[in-house]
């Protein structure tokens, strides 16, 4: 497949979990580049991708982010830098509104002077009802994504939920405990997670670019998702013990991806759900709130496919 239109597209954080997801999926597609102040990362990702053109750069320092993507003059932002780990962003709040509110600003800013057709903003189900540092921060960019929106520079939202197998996540902990023989450590029985692949990450990135094409104004994209019990989650991967250790501070036993005081903003279009700035047609509005509580849970199956995606 040929690249489409020759865009370039430019990744805050592109060697993270999704920065490489997308990439991996869409690498003949597009002329990518990558920001991140991960060296070791940095090599890793030119070996596997050579043809991403890779930066050092921490989207913390206004004015070379500005000075990058002024050079790049990428037609498309996908913003993925972020400090993601409630526990680390409970423990480091000033760090993670540094990053993730101010960091966020700078690559608004850097996409405005730089005249960056549409800008991408990787969310959280964090963000709805937030009651964590990482989900006030992450709540907080969603606006501001808002704010800016204009028809010159387009600013829009894709808003996660767990990521299987992202980097420091509970499913690559697990079988690394497991294959050392030891009990898998879990915060609460109870605890259900909405989840998707890496790859569906990366396809719901795709869908807010094209579909931003049509929609003028600026949107928070979201997929239906399944539920996740996380204790039969553990006891699908391993026969061990499953050792309960207790919540942790920010956690909550369910997330909710759309809440219904956002209802009104939603429209339904197949499996996506689109969160836009004003009330919508009730006719094309979700019924009820999305959230790991109401959600249809994962089969054995799928969440064997799941884990080994």
């Not at 997670?193 to 396809?203: G, I, V």
Request: with cysteine; net charge neutral; glycine share 4%.
């Amino acid at each position: 497949m040929g690249r489409r239109m020759g865009l370039k597209v430019l990744i805050t954080g592109g060697t993270g979990t999704v920065g490489k997801s997308f990439i991996k999926e869409y690498y003949d597609d597009y002329e990518f580049y990558s920001i991140s102040r991960n060296e070791a990362a940095i090599t890793e990702l030119a070996r596997e991708f050579p043809n991403v053109k890779c930066y050092i750069g921490n989207i913390c320092d206004r004015d070379h982010m500005i000075n990058l993507f002024c050079k790049i003059k990428p037609d498309v932002v996908i913003h993925a830098a972020a400090v993601k780990h409630i526990n680390l962003a409970e423990e480091n709040p000033t760090s993670a509104v540094e990053v993730n509110v101010m960091g966020s600003l700078n690559v608004i800013k850097a996409s405005v002077r730089a005249n960056v057709k549409l800008t991408i903003g990787i969310s959280t189900d964090k963000a709805c009802d937030p009651d964590s540092v990482y989900g006030y921060t992450k709540s907080v960019m969603e606006k501001m994504f808002m704010e800016y929106h204009n028809n010159e520079t387009k600013f829009v939202c894709t808003r996660f939920a767990n990521v299987a197998n992202s980097n420091g996540s509970v499913i690559p902990f697990w079988i690394s405990e497991s294959a050392k023989g030891r009990a898998l450590k879990l915060t609460d029985p109870n605890m259900n997670r909405l989840m998707f692949t890496k790859k569906d990450s990366a396809e719901l990135i795709y869908t807010a670019m094209t579909e931003s094409r049509a929609i003028e104004d600026s949107f928070i994209l979201c997929k239906i998702m399944k539920n996740v019990n996380l204790l039969a989650l553990a006891k699908s991967l391993s026969k061990l013990e499953v050792k309960i250790i207790g919540r942790r501070p920010g956690e909550k036993l369910n997330e909710t991806l759309i809440s219904s005081d956002e209802l009104p903003f939603t429209s339904v279009a197949n499996e996506y759900v689109y969160i836009s700035k004003d009330v919508q047609s009730n006719l094309f509005n979700l019924g009820e709130e999305h959230s790991s509580a109401n959600a249809e849970t994962m089969s054995a199956s799928e969440m064997k496919s799941l884990v080994w995606d």
